[in-house]
T-cell receptor, first 115, second 117 residues
Framework: KAGVTQTPRYLIKTRGQQVTLSCSPI?????VSWYQQTPGQGLQFLFE???????NKGNFPGRFSGRQFSNSRSEMNVSTLELGDSALYLC??????????????FGPGTRLTVL | DAKTTQPNSMESNEEEPVHLPCNHS???????IHWYRQLPSQGPEYVIH???SNVNNRMASLAIAEDRKSSTLILHRATLRDAAVYYC??????????????????FGKGTHLIIQP
């Protein structure tokens, strides 16, 4: 079974631009979560989607948004990019069978650099 | 949210057992203990999880203290490939998928495990 795939793997943008990142979950997984990883803040939860609905959101500004399609694929968008948005963006998928035992499977991430 | 405390780094020799500690003194009765690790240049990967009893799988063992205020991830025979950052995470088992929403994983700083050949 193929793992979580993320595209693109690397991206360079300039301040003020917007960017869209894509995530394809493992087949059969209904939940997709997004995380931001930076050297200073570590791994931080952005948001989680299930059945095309955002169920939970981390503490990030409204410039960060996402959506999920009917095939469970997900995209996240960052508008008006700032230098501090440079990070590794990770996507994780899960079966969503129960929060206590649900295992999240992570993709390799998209490395975003904002100049 | 209940928090976890882990040492910043640990060093071990190849082919020796490794015990990675995690303190979670404010753990609630419904919190599950999850461990993930992140190898260099990769996304995190699931290692093991448990509630009260010790757990074993092909990757590792999880030993949970009787009062559940601490736990230890045990790698029985470390290899160079086990060099990674290990994260101990609590997940509230009371959260379900019936409309109450699900939380994301709350990662701390983790323990950077160094394996010496």
């Amino acid at each position: 079974k193929a793992g979580v795939t993320q595209t693109p793997r690397y991206l360079i943008k300039t301040r003020g631009q917007q960017v869209t990142l894509s995530c394809s979950p493992i087949s059969g997984h209904r939940s997709v979560s997004w995380y931001q990883q930076t050297p200073g803040q570590g791994l931080q939860f952005l948001f989680e989607y299930f059945s095309e609905t955002q169920r939970n959101k981390g503490n990030f500004p409204g410039r960060f948004s996402g959506r999920q399609f009917s095939n469970s694929r997900s995209e996240m968008n960052v508008s008006t990019l700032e230098l501090g948005d440079s990070a590794l963006y990770l996507c994780a998928s899960s079966l969503a069978t129960g929060a206590s035992t649900d295992t999240q499977y992570f993709g390799p991430g998209t490395r975003l650099t904002v100049l | 949210d209940a928090k976890t405390t882990q040492p910043n780094s640990m060093e071990s020799n190849e082919e020796e057992p490794v015990h990675l500690p995690c303190n979670h003194s404010t753990i609630s009765g419904t919190d599950y203990i999850h461990w993930y690790r992140q190898l260099p240049s990769q996304g995190p990967e699931y290692v093991i999880h448990g509630l009260t009893s010790n757990v074993n799988n092909r990757m590792a063992s999880l030993a949970i203290a009787e009062d559940r205020k601490s736990s230890t991830l045990i790698l029985h025979r470390a290899t160079l490939r086990d060099a990674a950052v290990y994260y101990c995470i609590l997940r509230d088992g009371a959260l379900g998928y019936s409309g109450g929403g699900a939380d994301g994983l709350t990662f701390g700083k983790g323990t950077h495990l160094i394996i010496q050949p």
